[in-house]
């Protein structure tokens, strides 16, 4: 059963894609929109983030019993 934490945890993973579908969309067009320091960043910071809350929310929801 999933738990509010859980829920959170997944809520911030799929922001997380987003925002790491967005960089390279906004890369792989050449300018883009914040620089492209920024958006190599958001891309960085956004990969690890979306698999660190994925994995907690399943190890979570897995543990409720």
């Known amino acids: 059963m ?4 859980s829920g959170v945890l997944l809520l ?3 922001v997380a ?3 790491a579908v967005g ?3 906004e890369l792989a067009s050449g300018t883009p929109k914040f620089g492209s320091g920024v ?3 958001i891309l960085a910071l956004s990969i690890p983030s979306v698999i660190t809350a994925f994995y ?3 190890k979570d929801t897995n543990s409720v019993k």
Request: aromatic residues 10%.
């Open 2 to 5: 999933m738990t509010p934490k």
């Open 12 to 14: 911030a993973s799929c």
């Open 17 to 19: 894609a987003i925002a």
């Open 23 to 25: 960089s390279v969309f």
């Open 39 to 41: 958006t190599w960043v």
């Open 56 to 58: 907690i929310a399943v």
